[in-house]
Every structure is written in structure tokens, then in C-alpha cells.
């Protein structure tokens, strides 16, 4: 038997609710796991996963109507959520004028061992401004190429390209900052 | 750092994932909510769409009555100028009207202003462009059953009007043309009376006379009716009780309602 698409999955369930099921057991795992990799916090990714889903479902005809690949769509409307997300804490944490501790990330010790580097490397991934954190978490660490990120966050590859460098760039800069001043 | 160990180190780095078990657990335990939020949702579709189809017909049944109102308007209004055109005694006036009229003048040419029908009273009032002048249709048969012209203007400055005195040629002739009309001869009729001195009016045109009756008919169950007689057509102009005057106003008594029936000009 044929294997029932995205699409058409997702056109069946608004006749038939429970056909939803097969888009959740394809994509929760995966959407809950691209949202850890950016937020890097539990509770933060459970939320957002089902503000994805709930997305998702409110939207379907948009979707369907749209012509992206509904893969590309999820990961769009995940990615959205998050750089929503950090825009709020952005704010609040302006708000609090408190710096923002992420949950797992350790602090920076005068250690200059592989693993302490690694650790500054994910601090200065995790201080990055948004846009660029997220555009680098899903180029390196998801394996997401150019174009893939492009139709994800909805905007061109040369814009993904600028944003990587300029990533790049910052992490260099304030590396170079961190190890310089050490040594 | 240089460009080639960052790009380096940016590979080798390993990226916290997630333990497995927090995955499934979570999979687990949203599954039911979210399919039962997918059904919720799909209710609302519907009732959204259904909300939207029911307005869309509300909107196009409103179109189609606006246009179908207008489509009869339109053709009630050229059937009834044509009409009016028809009317010997209509055309006869204003064909004296426009005699009147100095040669430069505008072409007279007369119109319907405002269409009024009277559902109870079976009857249609039209208000046509010359001085203020009403036609009044049988609505069923499309006959005039009366040509009214406004008395009660007669006080007001835009008619001319004074206190005359009828002759007792005219006092008879108005007596014969009330006592003539139809309706008026199916009532027990206790005492008539005309009006003298009554109103002259200068109507129309400045030096157009249209000399008015007014007959007191009065029944035996003391009914007043005002009957008003165009002494210079001989025709009966309108019939109304104490409190109303003509074709606005016309009196809801059922008896007099017949009258408009069988009225003819």
C-alpha cells in the first residue's frame, strides 16, 4: 500500500482528525530535537513544540494552499517559535536588566584544556544574537544546508550566507577576545 | 583564533542533545490533546465556513432584492408616467400650462418625484413635478381614481388663494357632481352642504384658474365627509374625512377606502 504523503495527510485531517496522528508521529521527534539544539532548555522545548503542532493545525489549509514541502513548513513555523521565543526574553531580560543565564551552559574558567575550549565555543554560539545562533545551530549542528536554512527561515540563501559569516565573525572576535586576553 | 580553526572546531564540537527518554515521554503524553485540540479545531472550521457561506447568501439575496426592487421601481415609474401622458384630463392641463409658459422657457415635461404606495388602502400616490401636485393609482387595476392637488397649500404662500363667493350655478354644480360620484351614493346621506364663501385657488400657473368646491356631505350616523370638486373640470378632486386632507392624509375608514375603487377621473 502506498504511503499516505504530508500533504495529504495533513488535507484528511480536517475531515478526519485522527489522520493527524501519522504528521505527529513523523515530525515530533525531529521538531522537538531542532528546538532543544536552539534553546538548549527542556521546558522551553516542550512548550514551543506544542506551539508548533498547534500552529500546524490552525494553519493546515495556508500550508497545504502554500506549495512549500510541509517538512520545510514545520521547520519553519518551529524556527519561528523559537526566535519568537528569544525575542520575548530579550526583552525581559531588558526588562529585569539581568544577564541571561542559559541552563546548561557552564561558566568560563581559565582552563585551557580541549573541553574548556569547546565550552567557551558553545557560550559564545549561545551569546550570538539570535538570527545568526539559530542560523549556526542549524548549519553545524543540524547538518542543514544553505538552502534548506533559507526556506526554513524564509529568506534568501545569500541572506543565510551573510548572516553565517557574520556569525562566524563574531565568534572569532570574541574568541580571539577571550584567548588573547588570557594568554 | 583564525578562520580554518574555527571552521575546525565548529565541526568537532558536539551539541548537547536531548535524552531519548524525554522525547518519547513527551510524545507520549501530548499525542492525546493535540488530536483531541485537531478535532476542536476542524468543529470551528466548519462553523467558520458555514458562517461565511450564510453570509455570502445573505449578501447576494440582498443584492438580488435591491436590484429586483429597483428593476420594479424603474418599471413602475415609466408605467406610471405613460400613464399619466394618457390622461386626457392631465394632459389637457398641462398642455395649458406649457401654453402659458414664455417661448424660451425650459421644456415642461412631467415627473414622477416620489412614488408612495398605501398597502392597506390599495392605492399608489404619485408625486409628481407640478406644484407639488398628487395622482392617485388604483394600485391593482393602474387607473387614476383621483388627481389631487394639495388644498391645504391654498393657505400658504405658494398658492394664491382668496375668499370667494360661488355662483349659484356652481353651488348647484358642485352639489350635482358630489351627489353624482359613487361613493357618495352608496352612503345614507343626512344633509349636503357646499361651501360659501369657499377658497378660490390660483393654481398651476399664475393665470390658470382652478376654482375649487368644497361639499359638506354629512351621514346619518353624523359622519362628516368633505367632498372637493374641480369646478372648472367638473370632476370630483378628492374626498376626505374632518381631520385629513387629501391624498397624504387620505382617511383609513374602510368605507371610504371602497370609494377610491370605484372613483373614476
Redesign the interface.
Known amino acids: 500500500m502506498k504511503e499516505i504523503s504530508d500533504e495529504e495527510a495533513l488535507k484528511e ?3 478526519h ?2 489522520v ?2 501519522i504528521i ?2 513523523r515530525y ?2 525531529r521538531i ?2 531542532h528546538i ?2 536552539l534553546t ?1 532548555n ?1 521546558e522551553i ?2 512548550d514551543l ?2 506551539e508548533t ?2 500552529e500546524v ?2 494553519y493546515r ?1 495556508t500550508i497545504i494552499k502554500s506549495g512549500v514541502p510541509f517538512e520545510k513548513y514545520i521547520y519553519r513555523i518551529s524556527t519561528n517559535e523559537v526566535y519568537k521565543y528569544f525575542n520575548r526574553e530579550k526583552k525581559l531580560r531588558k526588562f529585569q536588566g539581568k544577564l541571561y543565564e542559559k541552563e ?1 551552559i557552564k561558566g568560563i574558567t581559565d582552563d585551557k584544556s580541549e573541553e574548556i ?2 565550552e567557551k ?2 557560550e559564545a554560539i549561545n551569546n550570538l544574537p539570535e538570527l545568526k545562533r539559530i542560523c ?2 542549524m548549519y ?2 543540524e547538518d542543514k544546508n544553505i538552502e534548506e536554512i533559507a526556506v526554513i527561515l524564509n529568506k534568501g540563501k545569500s541572506t543565510v550566507s551573510r548572516i553565517l559569516n557574520e556569525a ?1 565573525n563574531d ?2 572576535e570574541v ?2 577576545e577571550k ?1 588573547e586576553g588570557k594568554e | 583564533m583564525d578562520e580554518e580553526k574555527l571552521e575546525k572546531k565548529l565541526k568537532e564540537i558536539k551539541w548537547d542533545e536531548i535524552d531519548n527518554g524525554i522525547v518519547d515521554a513527551h510524545r507520549e503524553k501530548f499525542e492525546q490533546s493535540l488530536l483531541m485540540y485537531v478535532e476542536e479545531e476542524n468543529r470551528k472550521q466548519v462553523t467558520k465556513r458555514k458562517m461565511r457561506l450564510s453570509f455570502a447568501f445573505a449578501l447576494v439575496g440582498i443584492l438580488v432584492f435591491t436590484l429586483l426592487v429597483s428593476i420594479s421601481r424603474f418599471t413602475q415609474g415609466e408605467t406610471f408616467e405613460e400613464l399619466l401622458m394618457k390622461n386626457p384630463t392631465e394632459l389637457k392641463m398641462y398642455n395649458d400650462i406649457k401654453a402659458l409658459l414664455p417661448p424660451n422657457s425650459p421644456p415642461l415635461e412631467i415627473k414622477i418625484n416620489k412614488i408612495e404606495e398605501d398597502k392597506n388602502l390599495g392605492i399608489t400616490n404619485l408625486y409628481v413635478n407640478l406644484k407639488n401636485s398628487i395622482v392617485i393609482i388604483d394600485s391593482k387595476q393602474r387607473n387614476i381614481i383621483g388627481v389631487g392637488f394639495p388644498l391645504y397649500h391654498a393657505e400658504q404662500s405658494a398658492y394664491r388663494s382668496q375668499i370667494i363667493n360661488l355662483t349659484e350655478r356652481e353651488i348647484e354644480e358642485a352639489r350635482e357632481i358630489a351627489l353624482g360620484n359613487s361613493f357618495i351614493k352608496r352612503l345614507s346621506v343626512k344633509s349636503i352642504e357646499v361651501e360659501n364663501p369657499t377658497v378660490f385657488v390660483d393654481s398651476y400657473e399664475d393665470n390658470l384658474p382652478y376654482r375649487v368646491g368644497k361639499v359638506k356631505v354629512v351621514t346619518v350616523n353624523g359622519k362628516v365627509i368633505t367632498v372637493f370638486v374641480d369646478l372648472t373640470r367638473n370632476r370630483v378632486l378628492d374626498i376626505t374625512d374632518t381631520q385629513n386632507v387629501l391624498g397624504e392624509h387620505i382617511t383609513r375608514d374602510p368605507e371610504i377606502h371602497n370609494f377610491f375603487y370605484d372613483l373614476g377621473v
Do not use: A, G, W
Request: zero cysteines; aromatic letters at 22%; a positive charge.
Open positions: 485531517s480536517l475531515v482528525p485522527e493527524f496522528k505527529y508521529e515530533h521527534d522537538f530535537r532543544y539544539k538548549q527542556v522545548t516542550r513544540t506544542e503542532f498547534y493545525i490552525k489549509e546548561e575550549d569547546n565555543l558553545k549556526i545551530i553545524y549542528f562566524r565568534l572569532r574568541l580571539r584567548f
